[in-house]
């Protein structure tokens, strides 16, 4: 196990890992957003020069120590360079989705007051069509591709001296990123560098049995770079210097698929939305997932048929699917290894992907609390997790009454609702705001998921007082009554499903389905059996 000699800064760190003679090669699936002209394949040199240029553009655009750089564009790898440039001078980047409704956005940017948004003509174009101004939200705005009204270019900055390099003190507020906000406008997460960087990133960067990267490993990602992970991810990869580092910046397979089959990488981070719309690519002969030794899911739920398909795809003969389970605001929990003989079906058992794991060693604690009382309650039994760590966020940004409810000493609410087994795994029922009377909502989707093949995603929405309602996914929008009765006749009575297609589904940007507006666009009661206390 390679141990760290020195600890992981973000401002700096690919002026570090320069300085380590660390030779990893970057390939993107697409040229930069905020540097085309470099192209897709980029060494580590390269990339600590572009991070001080990009740095000396923040400066010139009037961002100084302390103040926030919200960040807001299409996703792409270089939030991950946006982020060390603004850190590099001591100023704290918030990562935004440009997923996001222009209504949220407007929202975030009024709690966050950035000295400086950095966006694209995309977003600020859609936004102002959308009646919402977002340069109005910072004191100044810079266009990563182009001019307009009321902002700076790249060209208005570029060439400015360079500030030194700045290094926070470690429990300092280092970046911002927001939850997911599936349930309404998201939380913005503070971390610090001794939580991101030293308890999250210090501890993947360790050559891990399995886990680790190896200096042969071709490394691949694909989740939305404007989410925390992004910054551990990378930190960690590349201090552990594999071959090559590959950032795929779309899930569309026409950019994707190319790029991977150029590259075949041997692990693989994605987001659970993303392998499930690249799961009939998975089971296709001759694909680019052959060489894959590991794969990782983080953000949401995963189903057995797309674990089963893509642990299928790889000619290694012993590739292992990595489950974590986690937050925004504490990093991951628990992790629970996945293998083609688990995920085998047989007549008598449903295989499942809600047993998440044990705890972290040494690193987290999970206690099961009951609803009511917020006392503990004994192993198997059902109740609101709460977690203990080291790596639990600073705050939330305009919020810290909201952060602060969610605490109970050292220990955090997750919101989620589980239970510990007798060897103390945590299994996963459902988010206490989704939570059914039926059981776990999410069993059911993995159940109807497996039976039913068409289905490329199922959701199951709790009404009050009638039966909860399913929202099947398929390619065309069409589903075949006659076998959804047949696969639904064993489970608890749902309603007639609603049918739609992938595009028809609101989403995060991490592509997780936004319940409440998708209750919304059904016309069904916002009402739930959950209360939502805790989200």
């Known amino acids: ?82 982020n060390c440039a603004a850190a590099r001078i001591g100023a704290v980047p918030a990562s935004l989705s440009a997923n996001l ?11 966050l007051e950035p000295a400086l948004l950095v966006t694209d003509s995309a977003l600020l174009a859609s936004s102002r069509e959308a009646g919402t101004d977002l340069t109005g939200f910072a004191t100044r705005t810079l266009l990563v591709d182009g001019a307009a009204e009321g902002t700076l270019s790249i060209d208005d900055v570029r060439g400015h001296t360079v500030p030194p390099a700045y290094r926070p003190p470690a429990d300092d507020p280092l970046a911002i990123m927001h939850t997911s906000g599936t349930t309404g406008v998201p939380k913005l997460v503070v971390h610090s560098t001794r939580t991101i960087m030293r308890r999250l990133a210090g501890f993947e960067a360790h050559r891990w ?3 680790g990267s190896r200096p042969g490993d071709t490394v691949a990602s694909a989740i939305s770079f404007a989410h925390g992970r992004a910054l551990a991810q990378a930190a960690s990869v590349l201090w552990l210097a594999p071959a090559k580092l590959l950032a795929v910046c779309a899930p569309d397979w026409a950019e994707a698929g190319p790029f991977l089959h150029r590259h075949r990488p041997t692990t693989l981070e994605a987001l659970p939305a993303t392998y499930v719309r690249w799961q009939r690519h998975a089971e296709e002969q001759g694909g680019p997932f052959e060489r ?38 504490t990093g991951p929990l628990t992790f629970r290894f996945l293998t083609r003989r688990a995920m085998a079906t047989a007549h008598d058992r449903h295989p499942t992907t809600r047993d998440l794991g044990h705890p972290i060693p040494t690193r987290t604690r999970l206690r099961v609390m009951d609803p009511e009382t917020l006392r503990p309650v004994p192993r198997g039994a059902t109740g609101l997790v709460y977690c203990r760590t080291k790596a639990l966020c600073l705050g939330y940004v305009g919020e810290q009454s909201r952060w602060q409810d969610k605490r109970a000493g050292e220990w955090w609410n997750t919101g989620d609702v589980g239970a510990l087994t007798r060897t103390g795994g945590m299994r996963f029922v459902d988010r ?9 909502c999410v069993e ?44 639904t006749a064993d489970l608890p009575r749902l309603a007639d ?19 409440m507006a998708l209750r919304d666009r059904l016309g069904e009661m916002r009402e739930t059996h959950g209360t939502g206390r805790w989200t």
């Open 1 to 82: 196990m390679t141990l760290l000699t020195k600890p992981i800064e973000l401002g700096t760190l690919f002026d570090d890992l320069a300085d380590r003679g660390h030779t990893t090669a970057v390939h993107l699936s697409r040229p930069l957003d905020i540097a085309p002209a470099l192209g897709s394949a980029l060494n580590i040199p390269g990339l600590a020069g572009l991070v001080r240029d990009v740095a000396g553009w923040l400066a010139a655009a009037g961002v100084r120590r302390g103040d926030r750089v919200a960040i807001a564009k299409r996703n792409h790898w270089d939030y991950v360079l946006l």
């Open 101 to 111: 409704a222009p209504d949220v956005l407007e929202t975030l940017l009024k709690r």
């Open 209 to 211: 049995p399995v886990l």
């Open 292 to 329: 894959v030794r590991l794969y990782i899911s983080t953000f949401d739920a995963m189903h057995p048929p797309t674990v089963r398909a893509f642990l299928h795809a790889t000619r290694h003969r012993r590739p292992v699917w990595l489950q974590g389970w986690g937050q925004s605001e």
């Open 432 to 440: 206490e705001v989704d939570a059914i009377p039926e059981g776990s």
């Open 444 to 487: 059911l989707e993995d159940v109807i998921d497996d039976r039913i093949p068409e289905v490329l995603e199922c959701v199951i929405l709790s009404v009050p007082e009638r039966p909860s309602l399913p929202v099947v996914v398929t390619e065309n929008g069409a589903l075949d009554l006659g076998s959804w009765r047949r696969a």
């Open 497 to 515: 499903p609603v049918v739609l297609t992938w595009d028809e589904v609101p989403r995060t940007g991490t592509g997780k389905v936004r319940r």
